[in-house]
Structures are given as C-alpha cells and as structure tokens.
C-alpha cells in the first residue's frame, strides 16, 4: 500500500466519463487530451476545481449491451498539483477485501432541488459483498469477473440506505493492518434504478489494476519530460 505521491493523478471509471460528455469522450481518445474537463475536489465548506491536460484509459475497457463495463478504469492527469487535500493509499496488488466488511462509498449523485437537476455529495456506508453471493440469481449472474468487486446489502429492506442510481465516485476502505483509508473501488455500473432492480453496486477492484496504474504513471511522465 502507499499514497499517490504524485498529487496530480485521480483516478476515474472510463464509463463514467463516456456518459459524461460522448463527443468530446471521442475526440480525447484520439489525442489523449482533455483540456475542456475539471476534476473538483470539495470539502464541507470548500471546493476546489483543477482542469486536466492527459488522459489515459485502459486499453482493453470494453461496454457490453447489457451496460457492464470490464476494465473500467482510467487516470486522468492535472495540469497542477492539487494542494490541501489529504490523499487516500494505493491497496497493495491483488488485495482482497473481506465479505461483510463497511466500507464508504463516496462520490456524487444526481438530486433534484426545486425542479432544478444538480449533483449532491454523497457518503454512505456500505458493506462488502462476496462474488459468490453477487453472482446469484436475480442480481450480476455471471457477469462478474475477478477485476470486479460488489458492494450492498442482500437484504431487501437494507437496500434503501445504499441506494444511488446513477452514482459517481469511490469505495473507500479502512485497512485491517494499519487503518489507513484506501481507495479499493471506483464506481463502475449498477441499476439502472436500484430501488426497483435491487442490485448491488459494481466497482472496478484497484488492486487488480494496481500494476497498470503505476506503469501508466511512469510513462506518461516519462514521455512528457522527453517531449
């Protein structure tokens, strides 16, 4: 485990910026360049915003028919350092989390406010669920793979705490052996209406790509001091 030493690299889901913006998702595909975008780092009483100069998503990321994102994962880089914030850790490669175990899922969600449309923060606890029990009948089936981890509750009348369709954001979550947060999920697919399908969140797993978001970090810089 260690920080992202680096203050100018978040990470994100490249589904969720293909929803965000299609015609311009397209073009920074091609020149890996996303200088129109903003990354917004919000407190209780502050918000700072950082505009983006590079972006970098997973060359395998693939989204079925059924809107199941694989390899759903990107880094998006900050044309500055951000400043007083407080980084969350790297989980080491392959690190499991324990079934049952709370988490906070954290982020942002679409709310209404006097018939206005806006984006609320949200910071809800929920616990891990086991791959076995996300694969059963009536929820992901067979549509998980091991790059995947879900997050919710199985029983029905629990669902309504930790219900946020549409959501953005990360699964933060404390680690057993010297409590530090780290960021072990980024907000992949879900319900389309989670108080009708009762599912449970999907988020890529980030120590299933811990490798990759290390050797990207490598080169892209390696390439922009050459350039």
Request: glycine residues 6%.
């Amino acid at each position: 485990m260690s920080p992202l030493e680096d203050m100018s690299w978040p990470g994100s889901a490249t589904g969720d910026l293909n929803q965000k913006s299609s015609d311009h998702y397209d073009n920074a595909l091609h020149d890996q360049k996303l200088d129109s975008w903003r990354v917004c780092f919000a407190s209780d009483s502050t918000e700072q915003c950082i505009e983006t100069d590079g972006y970098i998503r997973h060359e395998d990321f693939v989204c079925s028919q059924d809107n199941v994102y694989f390899h759903d994962v990107a880094l998006l880089h900050l044309s500055e350092k951000v400043s007083n914030i407080q980084p969350v850790c790297l989980p080491y490669a392959e690190e499991t989390l324990p079934s049952g175990d709370f988490c906070y899922w954290a982020g942002w969600a679409a709310a209404e406010t006097g018939g206005i449309n806006t984006n609320m923060k949200f910071q809800v606890p929920i616990p891990i669920m086991s791959s076995e029990a996300c694969s059963q009948s009536g929820f992901w089936q067979n549509q998980l793979t091991a790059s995947m981890v879900c997050a919710g509750f199985e029983a029905p009348e629990k669902l309504k705490s930790s219900c946020m369709s549409g959501a953005e954001g990360a699964l933060i979550c404390q680690s057993a052996s010297n409590s530090a947060w780290e960021v072990q999920g980024i907000t992949s697919f879900g319900p389309n209406n989670c108080f009708v399908e009762r599912k449970p969140q999907v988020f890529t797993k980030v120590s299933a790509y811990r490798e990759w978001v290390e050797d990207k970090m490598k080169k892209y810089s390696y390439e922009k001091n050459m350039a």
